[in-house]
T-cell receptor, first 113, second 117 residues
């Protein structure tokens, strides 16, 4: 089954404790993105990757890092999480550069206390 | 970069009536406009999309219209049903050629559609 898988689904952590949210897709898609969803603000792009070893900042990259060492994986790293990063996070992948359907992961609900 | 405005933020309609959600975009180079539906606690899923060489597209009870000159596009849902209750997001495709800033889909802030029985 074609899918995008994120882990964990839910995470509560403390300020400053490094964490990684994993994202994996099995569709051989080149393009992957991370979004955060906040009430009233919609989905905002954090980082994107056009292919292996090619990543760039989206609209709200501060406090986040990503890597793309393999085509299927695109982890999101919070080196020193802060309470303003409490949010719902979605990973998405598309075959090319966005002009076809984006497939979203199940989402990760992160709470930073 | 691209800016997508979506209205209304909340829309309540009687079951069986039609619902219309409108979006405007700022970048005239955008050429792909999808709509996503997000049910409570679920991931966004594509329901319909339109490309800039087409003015209208229909899929059963759902239709999307695009006016490139005015830079706006709309989602129309006819004969609404309880299962249509969800948050709907419009999006426009941008492509960053200079590096930095978003690339890919820029989303509107969403419309919470409520179908009243």
């Amino acid at each position: 089954e074609a899918q995008v898988t994120q882990n964990p689904r839910y995470l509560i952590t403390v300020t400053g404790k490094k964490l990684t949210v994993t994202c994996s897709q099995n569709m051989n898609h080149e393009y992957m993105s991370w979004y955060r969803q906040d009430p009233g603000l919609g989905l905002r792009q954090i980082y994107y990757s056009m292919n292996v070893e090619v990543t760039d900042k989206g609209d709200v990259p501060e406090g986040y890092k990503v890597s793309r060492k393999e085509k299927r994986n695109f982890p999101l790293i919070l080196e020193s999480p802060s309470p303003n990063q409490t949010s719902l996070y979605f990973c998405a992948s598309t075959p090319g550069r966005g002009n076809t359907e984006a497939f979203f992961g199940q989402g990760t609900r992160l709470t930073v206390v | 970069g691209e800016n997508v405005e979506q209205h209304p933020s909340t829309l309540s309609v009687q079951e069986g009536d039609s619902a219309v959600i409108k979006c405007t975009y700022s970048d005239s180079a955008s050429n792909y406009f999808p709509w996503y539906k997000q049910e409570l606690g679920k991931r966004p899923q594509l329901i319909i999309d339109i490309r800039s060489n087409v003015g209208e597209k229909k899929d059963q009870r759902i239709a999307v219209t695009l006016n490139k000159t005015a830079k706006h596009f709309s989602l129309h849902i006819t004969e609404t049903q309880p299962e249509d209750s969800a948050v709907y997001f419009c999006a426009a495709l941008i492509q960053s050629y200079s590096g930095g800033g978003a690339d890919g889909l820029t989303f509107g802030k969403g419309t919470h559609l409520i179908i009243q029985p």
